[in-house]
């Protein structure tokens, strides 16, 4: 509300966002609640790859060890670790090929989390505060883009607004200002339209060329190309919240309770990368980079129970087709395993 006031009783819904899941003390991300958990009876509000499965980091591990070979590096950077379950699943398989495992998290509620998760590897963990100017080895992100503020465009009655927040007396509520801004791609028909652009996650992947001089980065969320993301019938964009393992798209109510999400236009992703200076190495749907990774033979090794849990990393309909991975990296291209069958590249 301070924010509000102090910007003349508008901001964008972008800067709403970065303060509703990342102000100190009250933000979604910077509060105490478990957020992560296979169960609601956890107390979680959603589940990720590594909590659903520790066949997702251990199946990750094998392209994470064939690109620290490739690039010759020794170090794994991780940005939003979450609960640490990744980061512990990546050290266990790869042993002493890692000598460092570095964590970049806003979060010090979950960095807390996180060291109390991976005291066992001992000093081979470290956590940063910021970035050096040039960093070398392998960077992993699960689930980071979904969670960088976005903007919200609204084209009603033919016309673009830039979709904001203000403080209506007793809570929050929307507001729309004419902007100029517009998506990446014209958007058919003469129908009200809401979506989002993705400023900051463009910036991250700016970010990542200056500072990767040697190395790989994999990215792995839930999103989709531009052709797909700005499809006409995608009228209501993507924006959702998750609280006890339930969706709703009310990110006004209940601010700093719930988590709030978009999903990622891969193809800005790629293209800010490409223009900083690095190479896209693949793209493809997890189910595929998963399977070129060794997910089947690993499900040959668990339980039933087990082994129809790790599934759902790969299922159509769970996490399989929606999840994609993105990789880049500087220098000259090379192919990793997790993209030998079923690269889209070309449909970026």
Known sequence: MQDIRAAGGWIGFDRFMQAALYAPGLGYYANESPKFGAMPGSGSDFVTAPELSPVFGRVLAAQVREALDATGTHDVWEFGAGSGALAAQLLGSLGERVRRYTIVDLSGSLRARQQARLAPFGDRVAWADQLPEALEGVVVGNEVLDAMPVQLLHRRAGTWHERGVVWAGDGFAWE????????????????????????????????????????????IDYGFGEDEYYHPQRHMGTLVCHRAHQVDSAPLADVGLKDITAHVNFTAMALAAQEAGLQVLGYTTQAHFLINCGLLSQLELLAQAQRAQAAKLMMEHEMGELFKVLAVAPGAPWGPMGFAQGDRTHRL
């Open 176 to 219: 729309d200002r004419a902007t100029a801004l517009r998506p990446p791609v014209e958007i058919g028909g003469p129908h009200d339209y809401l979506t989002e652009i993705h400023p900051q996650g463009e910036g991250f992947m700016r970010m990542l060329a200056q500072r990767l001089a040697r190395g790989a980065a994999f990215l």
